[in-house]
């Protein structure tokens, strides 16, 4: 099966700071990818998602990238805000395995 | 719509006692997945239904865990005797094309 590995695990920055999150993915049928944002006692929702035919998508300060022949792909989030503290998940494929999360502190 | 519901919201019982997990999806959604997350392993599919019937359970952790979808617009995950292991939240989700709609979750504790 999929298998996704998330890094780091946790990334504090201060704000204003750009921030990266980097997943690695197994499967090369996987054509999916989305990221997650989980606040404190939230439930996971989606934020950006990329599919295999393209190799970057942006939306305002986040964007992701997606590397196929290495498979990986990455979260950048530009002009961090405080209200981007989170944990953040990857996951690959519609039947979603996620990465274990990244827990993103931004410092005012 | 009011999105994904569940209830309860928390839950604490004593190991032994059977729990019941409830789910109503978001109307016209027709696939539904149960996850368990913990610190200590993250967010873990335990099965999901397509149109109402499970695709694949094999997340599901023991026998002790038994979910259904009697119908379009209800699921339940029942956990049958819990044990303090199983102390997690619990979320549903129902999915429009690719994206997971996820439900406010059941925070369960087991003494």
């Known amino acids: 099966g999929e298998n996704v590995e998330q890094h780091p695990s946790t990334l504090s920055v201060q704000e204003g700071d750009s921030a990266v999150i980097k997943c690695t993915y197994s499967?090369?049928?996987?054509?999916?990818f989305p990221w997650y944002k989980q606040e404190l006692g939230k439930r996971p929702q989606l934020i950006i998602d990329?599919?295999?035919?393209?190799g970057e998508k942006k939306d305002q300060r986040i964007a992701v990238t997606l590397n196929k022949t290495a498979k990986h792909f990455s979260l950048h989030i530009t002009e961090t805000q405080p209200e981007d503290s989170a944990v953040y998940f990857c996951a690959a494929s519609r039947i979603p395995t996620f990465g274990r999360g990244t827990s993103l502190i931004v410092h005012p | 719509d009011a999105g994904v519901i569940q209830s309860p919201r928390h839950e604490v019982t004593e190991m032994g006692q059977e729990v019941t997990l409830r789910c109503k999806p978001i109307s016209g959604h027709n696939s539904l997945f149960w996850y368990r997350q913990t610190m200590m392993r993250g967010l873990e599919l335990l099965i999901y239904?397509?149109?109402?019937?499970?695709?694949?359970d094999s997340g599901m952790p023991e026998d002790r865990f038994s979910a259904k979808m009697p119908n379009a617009s209800f699921s339940t995950l029942k956990i049958q005797p819990s044990e303090p292991r199983d102390s997690a939240v619990y979320f549903c989700a129902s999915v429009s094309g690719n994206e997971q709609f996820f439900g406010p979750g059941t925070r369960l504790t087991v003494l």
């Open positions: 499967d090369s049928a996987s054509n999916y």
């Open positions: 990329i599919r295999s035919n393209v």
């Open positions: 239904f397509n149109n109402n019937v499970p695709i694949d």
